[in-house]
């Protein structure tokens, strides 16, 4: 290697007096290159024009260079940089582009291996523009002729291999030039050692051979320098990509919220899961008739759905199963198994997932109004373990209500609508509209007792929502973003729920039309208004205030329906939050408006005789006087209260937040952090149960081989809701049935049927159609068949069988 600049090791070979003239050619026909703009915003000195750079032809000495890699002459002052004594050797050269001699070789500016055509290396391109030290050659480092023919340069495989790193050319010629920019020169532009491969490798420079003595190529490996290059990224497999994605999907806030509130509900409703075969919660009576209308649903929609109304109970009556409330949104899941164990395990299973999916809708719906995560959480749990709701626990249809805050969630998303943030046209989204409607619907198909203040208020929201956006595109005079597809969505939607509505309405209007008496009157609604000391108290389930309350509940005329305490807790948390909220001052009184009016309807009957609040409903709403527990509605005070709940925790946990944030260290900020969890946990607490886990009374072997259609004594109310269980094994037809009202004929069986086996109700029931009679010898004690059961029966007509703990008649 041959000494060049101090510090570098590198030399730069000057044009000689034939390169002078070439430049001088070149300076003469192309104009010189004005400075670029970056260079003068980062200080750097101007380039010169090719005149004040081109060297004398005598000049000899080297230019030294400065320790950070650039050249202390032409980079400060803008002199051109002399060449090194004994100019550089001329030697002819094939043209890269035609094959043909006549360029210089020791011209770095035009490459002697491309003729003249090619463009500059590094040293030329960037260091004359950019540090003021002119090209090989003299001439501007970017000249607009040489650049145009670098496309030519770089088809041939020799000047490619020529431009690699300084390696000899295949035609032996140098592969570059050998000098290296340095930082200064090229800051901003990345890794110094890279750019001059790149730019040899762009231009196909070819550095001339020169004197050995005073020039001498050095060939660098290809791999010398990138050992500092980061290793390229492996491509990933589809099993890595899959099982990305799947620990995405798995940490997602929706998919922890759902199987958060999955966890909570096996906890806050055990032991419903120990034994979910043999027991069920609250009581045997009301949850037997509602695992039967699960499999009857499943079963009549797989084999029959013509039938689905004209159930197998209370024989031979029309429309049976619009007798009650039918929960027929759960008949995918009655579709699957077959017996009375089934269905209790049926039944528990979803009274667990009913828990669980009151807590996510109430979720989903403060998160979608602009709640915090802990916030949301307790508006979800008080929502699905209000103590009051404890007294329910025997009634999945009044539990079965998260579809209402999950549908309206779901709406508001579509709508692109949040109580915080207000309207914003930019998130609207029609599958979220139809995807409400579509959970709306199903909650209207579980039952009307819950389902049918639903309708009524998605009517009033519709309304009122039509009215506001009127009356603020009149007061504007502009139209606010809506669209065709919003409109679109919500026609069809509204449509579909209106249309499942009527379906589900039809039946029940035909039960009133059979039997006018089944209809409510403001007497029996009377009996089931709680008063206003019914907020304030809990059932007898509730963990932390059932035995406290044990002398209020005795006060209330029928304290199952009028314990309605929604937890202290919460009404805490909803105070607080009418003064700190994250919610607007107008949202919060508009809740608390909501809350005082939902308990006033309520009250039924109480508040001021109902005259301003529930008897109007009753008297013009349609279906309004199917709804015999007015405490019901405390559903809707319970969501209300657990909003202005999540206003003011997530108010509290915002602060909290910004505390943290501000101390340095943050200590105690996990604590803080922690701390806000606190009105969750209390939440959680007041909302423990009591509830007993009765076992359900075995399936008679008598019934699963009498011929139906059948009776089974003794009956009533309650026994006969068992009879309805027992009965899935096969749907056999049976007279017996138990629901919120009681046929006539039924009422006439139950009377005949007291001295039975005698000729009179024989022959009665054979007019009804019965062709058997199964009486359970466990039942018969201080009843008239205690005396009976085993007198002969020859004289009748009818046969008699002992089958297992029961004795069968056959008519």
Same mark, same amino acid.
Request: hydrophobic letters at 40%; one cysteine or more.
């Given at each position: ?20 003239? @070439? ?64 100019? !550089? ?10 094959? %043909? ?70 035609? *032996?010629?140098?592969? *570059? ?21 790149? !730019? ?42 899959? *099982? ?21 509900? /096996? ?6 899961? =120990? ?31 013509? =039938? ?14 619009? $007798?009650?409330? @039918? ?11 077959? *017996? ?14 009913? #828990? ?12 979608? &109004? ?5 916030? !949301? ?61 579509? /959970? ?54 509204? &449509? ?9 309405? $039809? ?42 309350? %044990? ?27 009418? $003064? ?22 309520? +009250? ?29 509605? +405390? ?22 937040? %910004? ?43 008598? +019934? ?17 809701? #068992? ?32 001295? $039975? ?17 199964? &009486?359970?010898?466990?039942?018969? /004690? ?10 002969? /029966? ?18």
């Amino acid at each position: 290697m041959t000494t060049g600049q101090p510090g570098t090791g590198k030399a730069r070979p000057t044009p000689t007096g034939t390169d002078a003239e @070439t430049r001088s050619a070149s300076a003469s026909g192309t104009p010189a290159q004005p400075d670029r703009t970056s260079d003068a915003v980062s200080g750097k000195t101007p380039a010169p024009t090719a005149e004040a750079t081109a060297p004398s032809a005598g000049a000899v000495a080297d230019q030294p260079r400065s320790r950070d890699g650039g050249t202390t002459g032409a980079t400060t002052s803008g002199d051109p940089q002399p060449a090194k004594s004994g100019g !550089a050797k001329e030697e002819p050269a094939a043209d890269a582009a035609t094959g %043909e001699g006549g360029g210089r070789k020791g011209s770095a500016a035009t490459g002697g291996t491309e003729g003249g055509t090619a463009t500059s290396d590094s040293t030329a391109k960037d260091s004359s523009a950019k540090d003021g030290s002119p090209a090989k050659d003299g001439s501007p480092a970017k000249d607009s002729d040489t650049a145009k023919a670098d496309s030519t340069a770089k088809a041939d495989s020799t000047t490619t291999n020529a431009g690699k790193d300084g390696a000899p050319a295949k035609d *032996g010629t140098d592969g *570059g030039s050998k000098d290296v920019p340095g930082k200064g020169t090229e800051a901003g532009k990345g890794k110094w050692w890279s750019r001059g491969r790149r !730019a040899g490798r762009t231009d196909g420079q070819a550095k001339p051979d020169g004197d050995t003595k005073t020039d001498e190529a050095k060939p660098d490996d290809p791999d010398r320098w990138e050992a500092f290059a980061s290793a390229p990224e492996p491509r990933p497999s589809i099993v890595t990509r899959a *099982g990305g994605a799947v620990g995405r999907f798995l940490i997602h806030e929706w998919t922890l919220a759902t199987l958060g509130a999955l966890a909570l509900a /096996v906890l806050m409703t055990w032991p419903t899961l =120990r034994y979910p075969r043999y027991t069920l919660p609250q009581d045997y009576w009301d949850p037997s008739l509602q695992a039967w209308q699960m499999a009857w649903s499943g079963h009549i929609l797989l084999a029959e759905p013509a =039938r689905l109304w004209q159930s197998n109970t209370f024989f031979p009556e029309l429309w049976s199963f619009a $007798f009650s409330d @039918t929960l027929l949104g759960y008949a995918p899941a009655g579709m699957l198994g077959s *017996g009375p164990e089934d269905a209790v395990l049926r039944y528990n299973i979803m009274f667990v997932l009913a #828990h669980a999916l009151a807590t996510l809708g109430a979720y989903a719906l403060a998160r979608q &109004l602009g709640a915090g995560r802990i916030g !949301a959480s307790v508006a979800g749990v008080s929502y699905a373990y209000a103590p009051w709701l404890l007294a329910q626990a025997g009634h999945l249809h009044v539990l079965s209500n998260g579809g209402i805050p999950l549908a309206l969630a779901m709406l508001a998303r579509g709508h692109g609508w949040s109580l915080r943030h207000g309207y914003r046209p930019e998130r609207r989204h029609d599958g979220w509209v139809y995807a409400g409607w579509l /959970v709306a619907a199903w909650q209207l198909s579980l039952g009307f007792g819950i389902g049918l203040p639903f309708a009524y208020f998605l009517a009033c929201a519709v309304i009122v929502t039509a009215v506001l956006y009127y009356a603020r595109r009149l007061r504007t005079g502009q139209a606010v973003p809506f669209g065709r597809r919003l409109f679109l969505a919500d026609l069809l939607g509204g &449509l579909f729920f209106a249309g499942v509505g009527l379906l589900m309405a $039809f039946p029940f209007f035909k039960v009133t039309e059979l039997h006018p008496y089944a209809e409510r009157t403001i007497g029996d609604i009377s009996i089931f208004s709680p008063p206003a000391s019914g907020f304030v108290t809990a059932p007898a389930e509730s963990r932390i205030w059932g035995g406290l309350h %044990e002398g209020a509940r005795a006060a209330l005329p029928w304290h199952p329906e009028m314990t309605l305490l929604p937890g202290f807790v919460l009404y805490a948390l909803a105070a607080g939050g009418l $003064f700190f909220s994250v919610w607007r001052l107008r949202h919060r009184l508009l809740l608390l408006a909501g809350v005082l009016v939902t308990m006033a309807f309520a +009250m039924g009957t109480r508040f001021f005789d109902g005259t301003f609040t529930y008897v109007p409903l009753f008297e013009h709403l349609p279906g309004w006087n199917g709804l015999r527990t007015p405490g019901r509605l +405390m559903l809707w005070t319970t969501l209300l209260l657990g909003l202005l709940a999540a206003g003011a925790v997530t108010a509290l946990t915002d602060r909290v937040r %910004e505390l943290t944030a501000q101390r340095i260290p943050s200590w105690p900020g996990p604590w803080l952090r922690t701390a806000t969890l606190l009105p969750l946990l209390l939440v959680a607490v007041e909302g423990l149960n009591t509830t007993p886990h009765p076992v359900v009374p075995t399936q008679p072997a008598a +019934m699963r081989s009498a011929e139906g259609p059948l009776l089974v004594l003794p009956s009533n109310q309650s026994l006969d809701q #068992h009879v309805m269980l027992w009965s899935t094994s096969g749907f056999p037809d049976v007279v017996n049935g138990g629901s919120g009202f009681t046929p006539r004929q039924l009422d006439d069986v139950r009377r005949v049927s007291q001295s $039975f086996p005698d000729q009179t109700s024989v022959d009665y029931l054979r007019t009804l159609g019965v062709r058997s009679v199964v &009486l359970l010898r466990g039942q018969v /004690v201080g009843t008239p068949w205690e005396i009976t059961i085993d007198a002969p /029966v020859d004289s009748l007509g009818i046969t008699r069988q002992d089958v297992g703990d029961a004795v069968v008649y056959r008519l």
